[in-house]
């Protein structure tokens, strides 16, 4: 097996470090979703993204054990629904994730969504910090999470979250909620990190930048990413994709290609409105 290219990682506040691209998973799913996680691990990738939700955590725990890669190099990440938040639920459907992982812990759990309507989050937060304590979980953190809702569960129960999985694309580059992260050391992760591959690959600045370096639009806005030291998780189902978004991590940008490309973004970039300010997950 060729070695794993050694890729640019981030620091949280705690010493907890991500490399900076991982493998996102939603959708992929059955004997097809385990061999593409396999595959991936083969290649490189050392952190994958899951979530109850994506009714694969079966499928990514099978492809991480046949990976053949020490299981100490991999960072498995899930996500409690919100259905789950109340604390005698959460509790069950975190040791439910680990079971279905087949893992003795999981690496990283994040709540999904705050869903502040239901207000049952910081519920769900204790929970994880009691898992983490009973050494169900290794690592513990939020996604979709707003200032607020990251200034409430850390008021309330002292413990800071290691991450926020948040939607960040150059449509929708978050600057402000970046810079938040930055300061308290928490790593932000990108999720829908591609723009799920759609028109935003089209748009001439990522054309231009991506034949001045001989790359695609994908590695440009991975690249991207990377600079910006964000975590990004783009979903690949195939080897190639998965290759060449690994690679991406190895291209520097220049200040100003950074700059054209954040220039993309605008108030209205969500991929699919979900502010998390309203929106409820179930
Ligand atoms: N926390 C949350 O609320 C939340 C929400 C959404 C997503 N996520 C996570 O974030 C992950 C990524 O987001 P996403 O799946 O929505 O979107 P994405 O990663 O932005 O885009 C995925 C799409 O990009 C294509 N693609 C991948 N690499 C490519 C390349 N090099 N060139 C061209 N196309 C490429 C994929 O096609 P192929 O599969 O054919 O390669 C797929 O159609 C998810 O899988 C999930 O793990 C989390």
Redesign the pocket.
């Known amino acids: 097996m060729t070695p794993a290219p050694a890729l640019p990682s981030f620091t949280a506040h705690n010493g907890f470090s991500l490399p900076a691209i991982g493998l996102?998973?939603?959708?992929l799913n059955g004997d097809a979703g385990a061999d593409a996680v396999a595959v991936a691990i083969r290649a490189g990738y050392r952190l994958i993204?899951?979530?109850f939700n994506?009714e694969n955590e079966g499928s990514v725990g099978r492809g991480v054990a046949a990976a053949g890669v020490d299981r100490s190099e991999i960072i498995v990440t899930t996500?409690l629904p919100g259905r789950h938040h109340p604390a005698a639920r959460a509790r069950t459907s975190i040791e439910e994730s680990r079971s279905r992982l087949g893992l003795d812990a999981t690496d990283l759990h994040l709540i999904?969504?705050p869903n502040p309507g239901q207000d049952e989050y910081l519920q769900a937060w204790e929970a994880l910090v009691d898992a983490q304590q009973r050494g169900v979980v290794r690592q513990i953190g939020v996604?979709?999470f707003l200032p607020e809702h990251l200034e409430r569960i850390e008021r309330e129960t002292g413990v800071r979250p290691v991450v926020n999985?948040i939607?960040v694309?150059p449509f929708f580059p978050q600057e402000e909620q970046l810079a938040y992260h930055r300061e308290r050391g928490i790593l932000t992760e990108a999720?829908?990190?591609?723009?799920?591959?759609k028109e935003l690959?089209d748009e001439a600045v990522l054309r231009d930048v991506a034949n001045a370096h001989g790359i695609?639009p994908?590695?440009t806005v991975l690249a991207w990413h990377v600079a910006r030291e964000t975590v990004a998780?783009?979903?690949?189902?195939?080897p190639e994709?998965q290759s060449?978004?690994l690679d991406a991590a190895a291209i520097t940008l220049t200040d100003d290609e950074v700059a054209a490309i954040t220039a993309l973004g605008r108030p209205d970039g969500r991929l699919f409105g979900a502010d998390p300010a309203t929106h409820e997950e179930s």
Do not use: F, M, V
């Open positions: 996102g998973t939603y959708r993204d899951s979530a994506y996500k999904h969504w996604s979709n999985q939607e694309h999720w829908s990190p591609l723009g799920r591959a690959l695609t994908a590695q998780i783009p979903k690949a189902s195939s994709h060449s978004n």
